[in-house]
């Protein structure tokens, strides 16, 4: 049988501020973690032995998981941000990665938003202009300009 709703309704009201002060230790959005361990918690087919011993684990639990997944996304974010693994070294094909991580860094933020959008992404300067918020013939001014700036960097002659 569920959990009642009288039941959750008062643990609610007497546990929900000390279980989010308890989950503030490790998680940044405690009162999530705190809204998942009563969603939980009315999910239970019977009523734990001692409720609120329960959703204290759990909430120490789901709080933990919250910062190891939050340590995580910090770290690829931050991976892409700077660019690490934008390209695979390869020495054939005469594509220095290191340079070009570099050269695609030293852009303006939406010049590399836009090159990156339309030659890896495969977007129209349509499709670009929608996700950035101008229009396409920006969009598009902009990502010769980026283009012009990375030959520039890269020692690459522009075409006549």
Same mark, same amino acid.
């Given at each position: 049988?569920?959990?009642?709703?009288?039941l959750?309704?008062?643990?609610?009201?007497?546990?929900?501020?000390?279980?989010?002060?308890?989950?503030?230790?490790?998680?940044?959005?405690? =009162?999530?973690?705190?809204?998942?361990?009563? #969603? +939980?918690? *009315? %999910?239970?087919?019977?009523?734990? @032995?001692?409720?609120?011993? !329960?959703?204290?684990?759990?909430?120490?639990?789901? =709080?933990?998981?919250?910062?190891?997944a939050? #340590? +995580?996304? *910090? %770290?690829?974010?931050?991976?892409? @941000?700077?660019?690490?693994? !934008?390209?695979?070294?390869?020495?054939?094909?005469?594509l220095?990665?290191?340079?070009?991580?570099q050269?695609?860094?030293?852009?303006?933020?939406?010049?590399?938003?836009?090159v990156?959008?339309?030659?890896?992404?495969?977007?129209?300067?349509?499709?670009?202009?929608?996700?950035?918020?101008?229009?396409?013939?920006?969009?598009?001014?902009?990502?010769?300009?980026?283009?012009e700036?990375?030959?520039?960097?890269?020692g690459?002659?522009?075409?006549?």
């Amino acid at each position: 049988m569920p959990v009642a709703a009288e039941l959750l309704a008062r643990l609610l009201e007497e546990h929900s501020s000390a279980l989010e002060l308890y989950a503030r230790q490790w998680s940044s959005s405690p =009162a999530d973690v705190v809204q998942e361990a009563f #969603v +939980r918690l *009315a %999910r239970q087919s019977g009523t734990p @032995a001692s409720p609120a011993a !329960w959703l204290f684990t759990v909430v120490r639990n789901l =709080a933990i998981s919250d910062r190891r997944a939050s #340590v +995580r996304r *910090a %770290r690829h974010e931050s991976a892409a @941000a700077n660019g690490d693994g !934008w390209f695979e070294p390869d020495p054939a094909g005469g594509l220095d990665a290191s340079a070009a991580t570099q050269a695609l860094r030293q852009l303006p933020e939406e010049t590399r938003e836009i090159v990156i959008a339309h030659l890896w992404g495969g977007l129209s300067f349509g499709e670009i202009a929608g996700l950035i918020g101008r229009s396409s013939s920006t969009a598009h001014r902009r990502y010769l300009e980026g283009i012009e700036e990375l030959r520039k960097h890269l020692g690459v002659p522009c075409p006549k």
